[in-house]
């Protein structure tokens, strides 16, 4: 009896030991800070740019605390036709069948993709972006802390609406 109590005991500290030693601590969800436009001067230093026009190719840099982050322009909406008319092509959901997209709305659909982003030192997070026309758009930013396949996944998309001249 005294030696079942004593592997009961064993196993009851070991596993509260193991699910504490697991056990991290509440992760944030991010937040971010700013968007800007940078164009690149004779001497590789950014410039910032108030007011981004159409057919210039722009550094985007986004100012933000997560450990990954991606930038969903929206300038590219390329939708396919059905054969003939002007009626948009779905698939077996219902979902428009695109050709490209980089619209943060058609997330998860497929020929959606943000920009692939890289971390500076200067100006944070950074892509390179030219916008097609101008226009009013609405650029998101979507932000996350610990990766993408964590149980304490926080992902936090925030739209910014962006003139183009």
Same mark, same amino acid.
């Not at 997560?66 to 909406?77: E, M, V």
């Not at 610990?146 to 962006?162: C, I, R, T």
């Given at each position: /009896?005294?030696?079942?109590?004593?592997?009961? /005991?064993?196993?009851?500290?070991?596993?509260? /030991? /193991?699910?504490?030693?697991?056990?991290?601590?509440?992760?944030?969800?991010?937040?971010?800070?700013?968007?800007?436009?940078?164009?690149?001067?004779?001497?590789?230093?950014?410039?910032?740019?108030?007011?981004?026009?159409?057919?210039?190719?722009?550094?985007?840099?986004?100012?933000?605390?997560?450990?990954?982050?991606?930038?969903?322009?929206?300038?590219?909406?390329?939708?396919?036709?059905?054969?003939?008319?002007?009626?948009?092509?779905?698939?077996?959901?219902?979902?428009?069948?695109?050709?490209?997209?980089?619209?943060?709305?058609?997330?998860?659909?497929?020929?959606?993709?943000?920009?692939?982003?890289?971390?500076?030192?200067?100006?944070?997070?950074?892509?390179?972006?030219?916008?097609?026309?101008?226009?009013?758009?609405?650029?998101?930013?979507?932000?996350?802390?610990?990766?993408?396949?964590?149980?304490?996944?926080?992902?936090?998309?925030?739209?910014?609406?962006?003139?183009?001249?």
């Amino acid at each position: /009896m005294k030696r079942t109590a004593y592997i009961l /005991m064993f196993i009851f500290l070991v596993g509260t /030991m /193991m699910s504490s030693c697991l056990n991290e601590d509440d992760v944030k969800a991010p937040k971010v800070h700013s968007l800007k436009f940078y164009t690149i001067n004779e001497n590789k230093e950014f410039i910032e740019e108030l007011n981004p026009v159409s057919g210039i190719t722009y550094t985007i840099g986004v100012d933000t605390d997560a450990d990954i982050c991606s930038l969903w322009p929206g300038g590219i909406r390329q939708i396919v036709k059905k054969v003939g008319t002007d009626i948009d092509s779905t698939d077996v959901n219902g979902n428009v069948v695109l050709s490209k997209s980089d619209c943060y709305k058609d997330y998860g659909l497929l020929k959606a993709q943000g920009l692939k982003t890289s971390l500076n030192s200067t100006i944070g997070w950074t892509a390179t972006y030219q916008y097609p026309q101008s226009g009013e758009f609405e650029f998101t930013v979507v932000v996350t802390n610990h990766g993408y396949d964590s149980p304490d996944y926080k992902q936090v998309a925030v739209p910014f609406n962006v003139k183009v001249r």
